[in-house]
């Protein structure tokens, strides 16, 4: 079965840390992968987000993201971190197949980012 | 305002009496589904639904249903809740389906489910 993991459960930086949250999934097709944010008691928002081309993409709040197919990864970062950037941080993947079109996320990486 | 809105936020209920959770989105998606969200697990999918009437089951779709009557609708239903349902509930929903164009899904706001 496709899954995806993230490398860390909890990340703990000061501010101005850079951050790096590692994703890999297991899936050999045709991917499009997410980053999606989790702010303290609400819900999820779309950070970024790769379809094709540019395997370097950039989202919102100034997070960023690489696709490396060969290493099926997709790993956020962000060169200085804020304390407002504490939220939980999670990787998905799209997948569809004669099986059925879907959505699967990894579990997340809760990140608090110290004052 | 573009949302998608699920209703009620909080419930607490007693085990095997039949609950509904309603979702509603009205941004004319065609694609809407379901999500359970539990400590170190993450997000994982209950069901999903391509257009109306169609649905199928994501990864733990064992002690629910849905139904697609209506494009901005897809209530989820809890037939006989058990205490290992409690859990967060996220409702959400993208223009198209996954296999067709990358797009993003939006969520709602969350329905926190307890069975005891």
């Known amino acids: 079965a496709q899954s995806v993991s993230q490398h860390n459960h909890h990340v703990i930086l000061s501010e101005a840390a850079s951050l790096e949250l590692g994703c890999n999934y297991s899936?050999?097709?045709?991917?499009?992968l997410f980053w999606y944010v989790q702010y303290p008691g609400q819900h999820l928002q779309l950070l970024l987000k790769y379809f094709s081309g540019d395997p370097l993409v950039k989202g919102i709040k100034g997070f960023e993201a690489e696709f490396i197919k060969s290493k099926f990864s997709f790993n956020l970062r962000k060169p200085s971190v804020q304390w407002s950037d504490t939220a939980e941080y999670f990787c998905a993947v799209t997948r569809w197949d004669n099986y059925g079109q879907n959505f699967v996320f990894g579990p997340g990486t809760r990140l608090s980012v110290l004052p | 305002e573009a949302q998608v809105t699920q209703n009620p936020r909080y419930l607490i209920t007693v085990t095997g009496k039949k609950l509904t959770v309603t979702c509603s989105q009205n941004?004319?998606?065609?694609?809407m589904s379901w999500y359970r969200q539990d400590p170190g697990l993450g997000l994982r999918q209950i069901y999903y639904s391509m257009n109306v009437e169609v649905t199928d089951k994501g990864d733990v779709p064992e002690g629910y249903k849905v139904s697609r009557k209506e494009k901005r609708n897809f209530p989820l239903i809890l037939e006989s809740p058990s205490p290992n349902q409690t859990s967060l509930y996220f409702c959400?929903?993208?223009?198209?389906?996954?296999?067709?164009?990358?797009?993003?899904?939006?969520f709602g706001p969350g329905t926190r489910l307890t069975v005891t």
């Open positions: 959400a929903s993208s223009l198209r389906p996954p296999g067709q164009g990358g797009y993003e899904q939006y």
């Open positions: 941004m004319n998606h065609e694609y």
């Open positions: 899936y050999g097709g045709t991917v499009n």
